[in-house]
């Protein structure tokens, strides 16, 4: 049977929510005693080539190969937030917003709340509360350009408050977890939420909020989002859902190898096509942030802003989701010929990044082995042979990458190149790439 959350005021408040207003100021209803209902879209636009979004649950990822937004893959497990960002002005609230306590109380917080009829008035202020989501590939009307809808799980139905008192904004986060913080200010007031975020470099991390926006009418300014902005039927702008424009929270690094000459300029690459990239790893990588979904103190937020509290420092491994394993690459045979290793890896912005890199190289060595057995001298009698083995170079101190003393950006891909010159001479190298294509820093160490 489906769960429907009527998120209505009482008598009382909606009798405050019309006092002072003219016939013109309230919107028609579609259906004279419906409700409205709440839907949300997720917008594609800052979603990239070769992004990798990855369940938690699962090893391998699932590819949203997003040039032109041709293939959209689904976006299961995110979490979702409506809250109340703002009063109308056309009608007086119950509660001013910066008189609310607790800005995420709301019927899905409280056990006790009656579902169908809501006598905690700030239940008004937290209409969805972490509702585990999904944006499906299912294209719907936006007008910002392409969106695709976003499902409750569980079947859930929420509705918009009949009462005008507030505008709504969405918060929309991947990949869903139910460890939340509520923090308070200054004022001892709850005033933001945070979840807990794990980077493991292969699951990527999106945030996004559906707002107001200076495209919008100054009518849509105003009522944005309330059941009066979804239920006016004169205003032919108004056709579509709120859309969450998602973006990246993390930085991505793809890693690439080239041969390098043997001497300065030179055309020599013997002993670098020799080699083999065995492993890449990214030292000293925080693996738990904690990541602001929405604060009214801070509304406007932007990604680039939203990692708190680093801990639990690991080493990461570039890895190669098709076969399992660590990431491993022959160094390419011809000069200025660049191969890429693995499948990128997703980190926590930073200034930068320590990289160690494991080498090999096949070398020739002499083994015993039996050749026959000497019955008088009743034991196997041994014979030399050559075979090929791995020799293995590990760079004793990680090289260090930094970006000019910033950091490398949120929501940003930079191509590693790594230059090999031969056993132990390596260059690295970073530049700017796909997601967001400018000219980045390059280094040679």
């Given at each position: 049977?489906?769960?429907?959350?009527?998120?209505?005021?009482?008598?009382?408040?909606?009798?405050?929510?019309?006092?002072?207003?003219?016939?013109?100021?309230?919107?028609?209803?579609?259906?004279?005693?419906?409700?409205?209902?709440?839907?949300?879209?997720?917008?594609?636009?800052?979603?990239?080539?070769?992004?990798?979004?990855?369940?938690?649950?699962?090893?391998?990822?699932?590819?949203?190969?997003?040039?032109?937004?041709?293939?959209?893959?689904?976006?299961?497990?995110?979490?979702?937030?409506?809250?109340?960002?703002?009063?109308?002005?056309?009608?007086?609230?119950?509660?001013?917003?910066?008189?609310?306590?607790?800005?995420?109380?709301?019927?899905?917080?409280?056990?006790?709340?009656?579902?169908?009829?809501?006598?905690?008035?700030?239940?008004?202020?937290?209409?969805?509360?972490?509702?585990?989501?999904?944006?499906?590939?299912?294209?719907?009307?936006?007008?910002?350009?392409?969106?695709?809808e976003i499902t409750w799980d569980?079947?859930?139905?929420?509705?918009?408050?009949?009462?005008?008192?507030?505008?709504?904004?969405?918060?929309?986060?991947?990949?869903?977890?139910?460890?939340?913080?509520?923090?308070?200010?200054?004022?001892?007031?709850?005033?933001?939420?945070?979840?807990?975020?794990?980077?493991?470099?292969?699951?990527?991390?999106?945030?996004?909020?559906?707002?107001?926006?200076?495209?919008?009418?100054?009518?849509?300014?105003?009522?944005?989002?309330?059941?009066?902005?979804?239920?006016?039927?004169?205003?032919?702008?108004?056709?579509?859902?709120?859309?969450?424009?998602?973006?990246?929270?993390?930085?991505?690094?793809?890693?690439?190898?080239?041969?390098?000459?043997?001497?300065?300029?030179?055309?020599?690459?013997?002993?670098?096509?020799?080699?083999?990239?065995?492993?890449?790893?990214?030292?000293?990588?925080?693996?738990?942030?904690?990541?602001?979904?929405?604060?009214?103190?801070?509304?406007?937020?932007?990604?680039?802003?939203?990692?708190?509290?680093?801990?639990?420092?690991?080493?990461?491994?570039?890895?190669?989701?098709?076969?399992?394993?660590?990431?491993?690459?022959?160094?390419?045979?011809?000069?200025?010929?660049?191969?890429?290793?693995?499948?990128?890896?997703?980190?926590?912005?930073?200034?930068?990044?320590?990289?160690?890199?494991?080498?090999?190289?096949?070398?020739?060595?002499t083994i015993q082995v039996e050749?026959?057995?000497?019955?008088?001298?009743?034991?196997?009698?041994?014979?030399?042979?050559?075979?090929?083995?791995?020799?293995?170079?590990?760079?004793?101190?990680?090289?260090?990458?930094?970006?000019?003393?910033?950091?490398?950006?949120?929501?940003?891909?930079?191509?590693?190149?790594?230059?090999?010159?031969?056993?132990?001479?390596?260059?690295?190298?970073?530049?700017?790439?796909?997601?967001?294509?400018?000219?980045?820093?390059?280094?040679?160490?």
């Open positions: 049977m489906m769960k429907k959350i009527k998120l209505m005021s009482a008598v009382v408040l909606a009798s405050l929510a019309f006092m002072g207003c003219s016939e013109s100021d309230l919107a028609p209803a579609r259906e004279e005693t419906g409700l409205t209902e709440i839907s949300l879209a997720g917008g594609a636009a800052s979603l990239y080539t070769d992004v990798s979004i990855r369940n938690n649950s699962g090893r391998r990822r699932t590819m949203i190969k997003g040039d032109n937004d041709e293939i959209v893959e689904t976006i299961p497990n995110m979490g979702v937030f409506c809250l109340a960002r703002e009063v109308q002005g056309t009608n007086p609230a119950a509660t001013a917003m910066k008189d609310i306590q607790d800005w995420f109380q709301n019927t899905f917080t409280d056990p006790n709340a009656d579902m169908d009829n809501s006598q905690i008035t700030n239940n008004m202020f937290c209409l969805i509360h972490n509702l585990k989501s999904t944006r499906t590939n299912r294209e719907i009307v936006a007008k910002s350009g392409r969106a695709y569980k079947d859930t139905v929420a509705y918009y408050p009949t009462t005008q008192f507030y505008n709504y904004d969405f918060f929309a986060y991947y990949p869903y977890t139910d460890e939340l913080r509520h923090k308070k200010n200054g004022k001892g007031q709850n005033h933001k939420v945070e979840a807990a975020v794990r980077i493991d470099g292969r699951t990527d991390v999106l945030w996004g909020r559906a707002t107001v926006t200076d495209e919008m009418t100054e009518w849509e300014k105003k009522y944005a989002y309330s059941a009066k902005y979804f239920r006016e039927q004169d205003n032919i702008s108004i056709t579509t859902n709120p859309v969450v424009k998602l973006e990246h929270v993390l930085t991505r690094m793809r890693f690439l190898i080239t041969p390098g000459t043997t001497v300065e300029g030179g055309t020599d690459i013997r002993e670098a096509s020799d080699m083999t990239v065995e492993k890449i790893v990214v030292r000293n990588v925080n693996s738990k942030h904690w990541l602001t979904v929405a604060d009214l103190d801070n509304i406007d937020v932007t990604a680039d802003k939203l990692l708190s509290d680093p801990s639990e420092p690991v080493d990461m491994v570039l890895w190669d989701e098709e076969n399992d394993m660590a990431a491993i690459k022959q160094c390419p045979q011809e000069l200025n010929d660049t191969v890429e290793i693995g499948d990128g890896i997703m980190l926590p912005p930073a200034k930068e990044y320590m990289i160690q890199i494991i080498l090999s190289r096949p070398v020739q060595k050749d026959y057995y000497d019955y008088d001298l009743e034991k196997w009698v041994m014979k030399d042979e050559v075979v090929w083995d791995k020799e293995l170079w590990v760079s004793e101190t990680p090289l260090m990458m930094g970006n000019g003393g910033k950091n490398f950006a949120q929501g940003k891909c930079y191509d590693v190149v790594i230059t090999v010159h031969g056993p132990k001479q390596v260059g690295l190298g970073a530049t700017l790439k796909e997601w967001e294509s400018e000219q980045g820093p390059t280094f040679e160490l």
